[in-house]
């Protein structure tokens, strides 16, 4: 089964456009290298829970929206080679792609697909 790579970010409403630029830059050279898939979803009714939320687990603010996101793998393996040709890609260095978003407070994790419909 394939392997998938998940991300929760807040980013201020006033850099959506710069996060949307930089993830279409960026998940092309995932693609390029292997991806199968790349998502960037943005909140649209995502609440602010009692206990627990998007919101809270990211400390998203007034002016931040909460951004979910996937990238899909083959398999674990393919994963791991494919992030370790991206993190090395030149064309993700240098000041033009500063990170629209607080990445203290991303929440990141990779998963093992547990069933697909």
């Known amino acids: 089964m394939s392997y998938v790579d998940g991300f929760i970010v807040a980013v201020p409403k006033g850099n959506i456009e710069a996060y949307k630029e930089f993830s279409t830059f960026a998940g092309s050279i995932w693609?390029?290298?292997?991806?199968?898939?790349?998502?960037?979803c943005i909140g649209d009714d995502v609440p602010y829970g009692e206990l627990t939320s998007f919101p809270r687990a990211v400390q998203a603010k007034e002016d931040?929206?909460?951004?979910?996101?996937?990238?899909?793998?083959?398999s674990?393996?393919?994963?791991?080679?494919?992030?370790?040709k991206v993190m090395a890609d030149a064309r993700l260095k240098g000041d033009q792609w500063q990170m629209p978003f607080d990445?203290?407070?991303?929440?990141?994790g990779g998963f093992e697909t547990l069933l697909k419909l």
């Open 31 to 40: 693609k390029e290298y292997g991806a199968l898939e790349y998502v960037e």
């Open 103 to 108: 990445g203290k407070r991303m929440i990141y």
């Open 64 to 74: 931040e929206v909460v951004v979910f996101s996937w990238i899909v793998y083959g």
């Open 76 to 84: 674990r393996q393919e994963r791991d080679d494919i992030n370790a």
